[in-house]
């Protein structure tokens, strides 16, 4: 199946050739592109001094356009799959040939989750995994099904899931919105464990002073999942 990966980057100039070079290296005939979301440093520079595929957006967008940028041009390129993939390394491309299995097996969306299985020793600070947690709950009272790594940027899409994502994406934080999203619209959703790795460089969008913020937000986006879901359409109306 022709498969893309999405790799949004912002200020990932000490990373981003690792990056890809460990991604080529797991894996075969699969493609890739980097959305660089307005980087100040230089990270667009590298991307043309190593041909690494990528698109510039003049701004940054924030996490959430960057990967809708990305879902777009899979959709436009008419990609089967989809696979987030976060520019700092700390996923493993490893996992991404099962990722890609679970797809081939019927499944809509497949997270990669550090909370089925020990494989990862970095699983985030304390204060983080509860508010994961918290929203991990407040899905499962959303929409009944529970998913455990609701923040893991690491997962994979199908074409349906492709083209309802480069139409419908949250800007902000979207991971636990898009879930809850998905599972209202009924479609299957899978974990499988992966082991990710502590960021290196660059600089996480969640910190203390906004940690407040981002709960009371997601928890509204998501507490607001089913009425977007219904308001968007089937998804024959979208694509």
């Known amino acids: 199946m022709k498969t893309l990966v999405i790799v949004p980057a912002y200020n990932e100039e000490e990373i981003i050739v690792d990056t890809i070079a460990n991604f080529k290296k797991n894996t075969k005939n699969i493609d890739y592109v980097v959305i660089n979301d307005g980087s ?49 390394n700390q996923h493993d491309s490893k996992y991404i040939n099962d990722l890609i299995k679970e797809i081939e097996n019927g499944y809509d969306l497949v997270i990669g ?42 997962r994979a899409c199908n074409k349906k899931l492709i083209n ?23 479609y299957k959703i899978k974990e499988i464990p992966v082991k990710m790795n502590e960021r290196i ?14 709960m009371i937000k997601v928890s509204l986006c998501i507490l607001n999942a089913t009425y977007s879901a219904n308001k968007e359409g089937s998804e024959e109306d979208e694509y």
């Open 201 to 214: 460089s660059g600089k996480s969008s969640i910190n203390f002073l906004n940690s407040i913020y981002y």
């Open 164 to 186: 309802y994502f480069a139409n419908n994406y949250s800007i902000d934080y979207p991971e636990p919105d898009s879930i809850a999203k998905v599972l209202k619209k009924n």
């Open 40 to 88: 100040i440093d230089n990270t667009k520079n590298i991307c043309i001094n190593n041909n690494i595929n990528f698109i510039d957006l003049s701004v940054n967008v924030g996490i959430g356009g960057a990967v809708q940028t990305g879902y777009k041009y899979a959709k436009k390129h008419n990609y089967d799959i989809a696979i987030q993939f976060d520019g700092d």
């Open 113 to 154: 989750s550090r909370y089925i299985d020990d494989l990862s020793e970095f699983k985030s600070t304390a204060s983080r995994r509860m508010g994961i947690k918290f929203l991990s709950s407040l899905i499962k009272l959303v929409t009944h099904k529970k998913v455990y790594d609701v923040t893991s940027g690491f």
